[in-house]
């Protein structure tokens, strides 16, 4: 579900980065807190060798669905940035996308110090709807989440936009600061029901976090978005950035 409803990463913008860049098959990447892995796969063609870590069993289940699909060789691995053994190497690009507000920070700089290579490359990933105006559905739909979401486990959602928001101070003391950052926007048709069941795809308003509420949720966010449809379909603008970040 995650990986087919959540704002896409366009191969635009895995082109644009990798331009950017300029890895080549020789290259290795590590993506840390691969979820389905949409960033290992989508770098993939870019590099010669390419690990995925996640913590959750789940998620590399889907990321080897994934990855099978695509015909792509990628080494998964379950566990922990902050844990990965000494003997697994250095990498020349080390990705991490929404899942950095949940990796212990002192542990997780430690560990990036080894695992970049000397001339090696932090990518910080996000893809999500624009905030501007563009989507103007976002505002009563991103109300409605709030409303329905525990209140602790929205505040701990709001932690990873703020965490993005400001990586010089998440990379202070350490060797690593954000040099550039790659913007990339897109346009495509969303279904009204796929929009609608994306909300069940964030850990706040998740299954798991709304029990019951569930579907009382999903009914108030239809029922918003139908002003937006044409033909139940709906327009939306996504905004996909890497920062990079070097020693």
């Known amino acids: 579900m995650y990986e087919h409803l959540r704002p896409p990463y366009p191969r635009e913008f895995f082109r644009t980065v990798a331009h950017k860049l300029s890895p080549t098959r020789e290259s290795s990447l590590i993506d840390l807190g691969t979820g389905p892995g949409l960033l290992a796969l989508g770098f993939g063609p870019y590099v010669g060798r390419v690990v995925a870590v996640d ?3 789940a998620m590399l289940d889907a990321a080897r669905l994934a990855t099978a699909r695509a015909g792509r060789h990628v080494t998964l691995i379950e566990g922990k940035a902050e844990t990965l053994p000494l003997d697994i190497g250095s990498f020349d690009i080390v990705t991490i996308g929404r899942a950095l507000h949940w990796m212990d920070r002192d542990a997780v700089l430690a560990r990036l110090e080894e695992l970049v290579a000397c001339d090696g490359a ?6 999500f709807s624009a905030t501007d105006g563009r989507n103007p559905w976002l505002d009563g739909y991103n109300e409605i989440r ?15 936009t703020r965490t993005h928001r400001d990586l010089p101070a998440f990379f202070r ?3 690593f ?5 790659v913007t990339v926007e897109t346009n495509h048709l969303v279904g009204l029901w796929e929009l609608a ?4 795809t964030y850990s706040s308003s998740s299954r798991e976090a709304l029990g019951e509420n ?5 009914r108030d966010v239809e029922n918003h978005l139908v ?7 709906i327009a939306e603008t996504i905004v996909s950035t890497a920062e990079i970040v070097k020693r």
Do not use: N
């Open 122 to 127: 932090i990518l910080i990933c996000a893809s």
């Open 146 to 160: 709030r409303r329905w979401s525990p209140a602790k486990l929205w505040e701990e959602a709001g932690k990873g």
């Open 214 to 218: 569930v579907e009382a949720m999903l």
């Open 177 to 181: 600061h954000p040099t550039e950052l």
């Open 197 to 200: 069941e994306r909300t069940l």
């Open 173 to 175: 003391g350490s060797s």
């Open 55 to 57: 913590p959750e069993p």
């Open 227 to 233: 002003s937006f449809h044409h033909d139940y379909a």
